[in-house]
């Protein structure tokens, strides 16, 4: 998208040199850890230049950009966007080992009388403390994605076979006439979404058990809708000292054999899920 | 196994993350971005399987019950420094 469709819809300020302040961000991709007043090229979004701004042993990396978010209909050109964004935080991360990576489209504005490049320099004196714990914090560390899901089909037919309960619903059921079926397959429909999900709290309580020893800290994230035939039943982000990450793959790949079972493991990612919140 | 992070296959877990996850900024100095949520949201809706939905319904409310007593836990077992953080 071009600056002027960006800008576009914006009045006009009256004073121009006001204008250019009030109008200035800085698009900000991550806090690193390095003490770096520098220019990484043009790296950045729609090929802005990437720099960094100090303050003392940290700093934000930035791009100067208008003040206005980056906004597009256009399933591509967004997904450009945060695949650089992204590229970015990789770039500054390898460079400088660890990282506080922020989200999409943060830019932090100008005011009247303060540069938007002064703001980032308060910003950064201002939580300077938080920060550095922060960083603290996932030193020496990534997230990974774990995923688990298994095939309700495959779940439920053995619960069939070793549910008693199940398993003599599911018997008396041949042996009814229409009607009454009918009435019975509903009981079994909701025994089995009870016995399911006793059955998921079991796996899940196992695996969280299993996978956490493996890691410094998790969040447990929504599940998503999975693939056909496949339901996930834990989706987790887990942050893992980076010399550990085979010793989880192993415990996995655990998982992963168990007929009935699929694990899905992605990584390293900068530690998104892990810089915010408290 | 290994931990796979090819573009393509990925993108998902990426976007999960680059939309709605890290650093937080004070909001008094960023730009307002009201409609950068929506964004994410047409992106993941056009990409197939976004959506929290699970398969047959039938383990909803099992996934947000075990998601709040995960939570729950873990505030409970907070290092003394958390709980500085939420009480601010």
């Given amino acids: ?57 940290i700093c934000a990396v930035v791009h100067s950009c208008p003040a206005q978010p980056y906004q597009s209909d256009d399933q591509e050109v967004v997904e450009a966007w945060v695949m650089t964004h992204q590229k970015v935080i990789d770039a500054a991360w390898e460079r400088w080992s660890t990282v506080l990576p922020l989200s999409f489209d943060t830019i932090i504005r100008g005011e009247t009388e303060k540069s938007a490049e002064q703001n980032v320099k308060d910003w950064l004196k ?153 | 196994m290994e931990p796979t992070r090819n573009s393509h296959a990925t993108l998902v877990d990426l976007l999960d993350r680059v939309l709605d996850k890290g650093l937080v900024i004070n909001a008094d100095i960023i730009i307002s971005l009201a409609g950068v949520p929506l964004i994410g949201v047409n992106l993941r809706a056009a990409l197939a399987g976004m959506e929290t939905m699970l398969e047959y319904g039938l383990m909803k409310e099992w996934d947000a019950r075990t998601r709040a007593r995960e939570s729950e836990q873990r505030k409970k077992n907070v290092e003394p420094i958390c709980i500085a953080q939420i009480a601010r």
């Avoid at chain 1, 800085?26 to 979004?45: N, P, W």
């Avoid at chain 1, 006793?198 to 998503?224: L, S």
Wanted: glycine content about 8%.
């Fill in chain 1, 1 to 57: 998208m071009s600056l002027e469709t960006r800008r576009s819809g914006k009045t006009q300020a009256t004073l121009a040199s006001e204008a250019i302040v009030e109008e200035e961000g800085r698009y900000v991709y991550c806090v690193a850890d390095a003490r770096e007043d520098m220019s990484l090229g043009k790296i950045g979004i729609e090929g802005y230049e990437v720099h960094t701004i100090p303050h003392k042993d």
């Fill in chain 1, 126 to 278: 201002q939580e300077y403390e938080d920060i550095k714990r922060r960083i603290e914090k996932v030193r020496g560390k990534a997230e990974y994605g774990v995923q688990v899901f298994w095939e309700p089909k495959v779940i439920a037919q053995s619960l069939t076979s070793t549910s008693p309960e199940i398993k003599r619903l599911d018997e008396e059921i041949k042996t009814k006439p229409k009607g009454l079926a009918y009435m019975y397959r509903q009981r079994l429909e909701n025994l089995m979404k009870h016995e399911m999900e006793t059955k998921a709290d079991e796996y899940f309580k196992d695996f969280y058990g299993r996978i956490r020893k493996y890691t410094d800290d998790v969040r447990v994230e929504k599940t998503k809708k999975a693939e056909p035939g496949l339901q996930m039943i834990m989706n987790l982000s887990c942050l893992v000292y980076r010399d550990r990450y085979t010793e989880l793959g192993e415990e996995l790949e655990k998982i992963n054999r168990r007929r009935g079972f699929a694990v899905r493991f992605t990584g390293p990612w900068p530690p998104y899920s892990f810089v915010g919140g408290a």
